[in-house]
Structures are given as C-alpha cells and as structure tokens.
C-alpha cells in the first residue's frame, strides 16, 4: 500500500513516485487532497551521530531562510523528524534536472540555442545575486544536478545541503566541499575561497550547456582522475575553438569572464544579472 505522510502543519501526503536517490536519502513526489504535487526529500541521520543531524538541520535552516524570496530557488515549505530521517517538503519541478536535459541533448546530438544559454545563466546569476549579495550565502555545490526546472521552463537553484552563510566574522570558506568537476582553482589548491566559487561554477555551467560535456573532460574522456582534474581546473584553459563557430562571441567571453583563474578577475552574480538584463528604453 503507498506510503501516506501527515506534515506538522496537518497536511495528508500521498506518495507518488521516487524521483530521485543518493548517498544520504530519497527525493518522492507526493501529492495532497487537492491534487497538488510536492518534492518531499527524505535525508537518512543516524540518531547516534551529531554531526550529521548538525549538517542536516543547517540545511533546513539555511533553506527556510532563502528557498521563500525568489522566483529561481526552489520553494521550501516545511520539515519535520520522523525516526531517523529528516523530511523536508519542497516545491516539485515536474522538468526535472538541467543534468539529465543536457545528457538527452549529448545523447540525441542536439544543441541549446544562445537564446535558451543566456536565458539560463540570467536566471542563475538572479538566485545566485539573491545568496550572495541578500542572504551572504555561498551555495557551494552549484553543477546541472541541482539545478531544476519546473512546469513552465522556469530555472530553480536546489540543494542548499553544501551551502554556507557568510558574515564579518567569516568572510570566507575553508572547508573543501563539492563536485570536483565544478570547483574552483581556490578549492583545489586548498586555500580559503568566497562566493566567487560560486561563479566559477556557474561558469562551467554555462561551458556545459554549450559544448554538452564538461570543460575538464576530452571529447571521448569518460572520468579523468583527480589529479588531471586539478592540472587542468589550475590551468583553467578549456576549449573554446569549436564553441566559437556555434555561439554568440557574448556568450563565449561571458563564459571566459566566469571561469578565470583569479578570483577578483571573475564576474559577480550582480554584473551577469545587469550584463544580461533587457535594459530600459531611453524614453519615459
């Protein structure tokens, strides 16, 4: 018989169907009387282990404070403990993930048009302008699989489970956290970093959307070492020739400004978001 959920605010909950499972726990759509459907993440915690409730619980809190103000982070309703999970009831993003859209492009051999690219990143610099610059939160693990996409096409920054909040007293991060595909030259080397991690995630992203593989990978390379990785993220000189005959030179020096080496050199969030945006008419 499906499994039933009763949220702490009296909400009846009916399983649906998984749509997704990791290391820590499950993603199930559920769905209420009304027919409405939700994302309901279900992450494991041993009951004997602190430091993973720790973790779990800065998740939630960290997403009760910011998955509330903006239209391209995914919405967050509520959370509870039941045994030893901890629930946390999300807007569902019935599209899925870009991950798995980039994968049927690369499989199918289809190609995101500058429209749809630029169309993203703006979407993704505004949740990220929103972390950064109001809530002083780096996300940390920003890559296509937490990034979902809702029944209109709309872009949703999720899976805040890496993210850190940042004030006077920590201007930066130090713990060595995320997918080493989408990190940065300060992670790899093992120094402190900021929120211009963040951006040199976004702009592997965006290399990603263009070339449907990763900038770290070799056309044919399935999973180069850590060690290649980290040569190459230091070195930071993807391959731009074939792009440049298939994009907008925008776009590609927007990807450049993104993935720099230095961090001060890279884009913030609020310059992608003032660089892409429709700009007043001059008229009143």
Known sequence: MPRAYVTPKGINLQYEKVIGSGQ???????RNRKGD????????VSTSDETAKALVVQEVETMKSICRAHPNIVLFHESWFERNRMCILMEYCSNGSLDTVVQKFATEKRRFTTEKITYYLQELASALDYCHNTARVVHRDLKPANILIDQLGTIKLADFGLSKVLGPEHKYCKTHVGTPLYMDPEQIRGDPYTQAADMWALGVVAYELMALRSPWRLPGERDPTYIMLATRINKASPEYARLEQLYSPHLIATTKWMIQTKPHKRATARQIVDFLSLRAPPCN
């Open 24 to 30: 820590f726990g499950t993603a199930v759509a559920v």
């Open 37 to 44: 459907t939700f994302c309901l993440k279900e992450v494991r």
